[in-house]
């Protein structure tokens, strides 16, 4: 009789130990079950960097007016007071129909462009279950130059002053003061500059922002073009970052003079090494347009 009640008593005891475990292993699991996707926020300030386009899109409901302004070449001289005298200048205005999709249009004086673009999130960088480490923005740009023909001969139709630009931009938040983003690009052309052009040109681009306090980033930008036009060179453009309040203020440095993709990614003229560099500055201020919706 003893030696069975020793033997009930070590299946009691290892009956016990198995449903601990169990218990243990199921606590685990219901932990794990509640624990939440988390989204992460802000990683740029703005939704463009210096020329183009960051991976943020403008949030649901908010106007965004935006001036971009740059100034001649600083190796213009003293006689244009080192570029103070020409300038180029976009007005833009970018509207977030949610907190996703973007859109917007602008006005260039340099060739008298005329731009609107569709910008849509397509992946967030999250923690937590099905995390996801990078962000994805696809960007969509239509460009049509309005300055009128040197030869009227010619003849152009708005089609044949039309380009267009595809853009992923890829970026990752590595924590609250660095940022870092790729941008594949293609920049379509219906007419070329010469017989032998290509309609399509590829590059890469590459951006980044570092926070140096609570309101003031360093900001920074260049394209790699794998073919080009003849006689063009690779955009390159370094900023900084004041935040305002209500909008953000950046001053900037870079070789290029246009302020759309066509223009800065595949039409920049000048060699940062040979000091063919703009002064400029960026302002965004947002207005509230709609309220956004409260999510329950």
């Keep these: ?39 992460v926020e802000a990683t740029f300030k703005s939704t463009h960097l210096i020329n183009g386009h960051s991976i943020e899109t403008t949030k649901a409901g908010l106007l ?3 001036i971009s302004h740059r100034f001649g070449l600083l190796n213009s001289g003293s006689y244009n007071a080192f570029g103070l005298d020409n300038a180029t200048e976009r007005l833009g205005l970018d509207y977030g129909i949610t907190n996703n999709i973007g859109i917007g249009i602008g006005r260039s004086t340099f060739l008298k462009q005329m731009d609107g673009f569709l910008k849509v999130k397509l992946l967030r960088q999250s923690t937590g279950p099905n995390a996801s480490p990078i962000s994805i923005t696809g960007l969509a740009s239509v460009i049509i130059k309005t300055l009128k023909d040197s030869d009227p001969s010619l003849k152009y139709t708005t089609s044949d002053k039309t380009s267009y630009a595809y853009q992923l931009i890829i970026a990752r938040k590595f924590s609250s003061s660095t940022s870092v983003q790729l941008m594949p690009t293609i920049v379509h052309y219906n007419i070329v500059p010469l017989a032998n052009d290509p309609n399509d040109l590829y590059s890469l681009g590459i951006g980044a922002r570092q926070k140096i306090s609570k309101r003031l ?29 209500g909008h953000v203020f950046q001053l900037h440095f870079t070789n290029s003079t246009g302020l759309t993709e066509n223009t800065f990614i595949t039409q920049t003229s000048g060699k940062w090494g040979n000091g063919d560099i703009h002064f400029g500055f960026n302002i965004s201020r947002v207005f509230k347009i709609k309220k956004q919706k409260l999510s329950l």
């Design 1 to 39: 009789m003893k030696t069975i009640q020793n033997i009930l008593a070590l299946l009691l005891a290892s009956a016990s130990i198995q449903i601990v475990a169990a218990q243990e292993v199921d606590l685990f699991k219901t932990v794990d079950s509640t624990k939440q996707k988390e989204y």
């Design 64 to 66: 965004d007016f935006r």
């Design 217 to 245: 980033s360093i900001t920074a930008e260049y394209y790699y073009q794998f073919n080009q036009f003849s006689g063009y060179y690779n955009s390159v453009a370094v900023g900084v970052d004041i935040e305002t309040g």
